[in-house]
């Protein structure tokens, strides 16, 4: 599209190249001004040019927040920014926040383990409770339920 606008440029007036490509004048004046001095804005065009890392090193540091996260749930946006620049990526902690709602993480539905749930006494427990509910005698047992039907008027 920018070759073809620069191209006609050369050959129609602006205002007809313009009508042409269905573009703006100045982005016909703007490449046709490209076509003739080539040094003129010679950096890349489009896209962000903020980027702070590249794609290899976005994946190192969204792996390691995300591991640093995992033992750390409820770690501030201030100690995973100082756990990066541990690792030698800089970054601010509104960065991190920025990363943490690309990836849809929110504190506030972090999945804890219960640390205490597989210990030994507790699956023992666990197993002598099995046990004793499969010797019980469940027909001597009468049970109530908690069930009230109202007629409504």
């Known amino acids: 599209m920018c070759a073809l ?11 007809q190249t313009a009508d042409t490509v269905q573009r703006s004048k100045g982005f016909v ?6 076509l003739q001095e080539p ?13 702070l890392f590249n794609d290899a090193q976005m994946d190192d540091v969204a ?12 770690a501030t946006l ?3 920014s100082k756990f990066c620049a541990h690792f030698g990526y800089g970054v601010q902690p ?17 999945n804890f383990r219960q640390k205490l749930k597989y210990t030994y006494e507790n699956l023992r427990y666990y197993l002598v409770l099995g046990c004793v509910f499969n ?17 409504r008027v």
Do not use: M
């Open 94 to 110: 509104e960065w991190v926040c920025r990363l943490w709602q690309r990836i849809d993480y929110t504190q506030k539905v972090v």
């Open 39 to 51: 040094d003129w804005h010679s950096g890349t065009h489009g896209g962000a040019r903020n980027v």
């Open 63 to 74: 792996f390691l927040l995300w591991t640093f996260i995992k033992f750390e749930p409820q």
């Open 29 to 34: 004046q703007y490449w046709r001004k490209k």
């Open 135 to 151: 010797f019980y005698r469940w027909r001597k047992s009468n049970f109530v339920t908690n069930l009230i039907f109202v007629q």
């Open 5 to 15: 606008a620069a191209y006609h440029s050369q050959q129609l007036s602006i205002r």
């Open 78 to 80: 201030k100690e995973c």
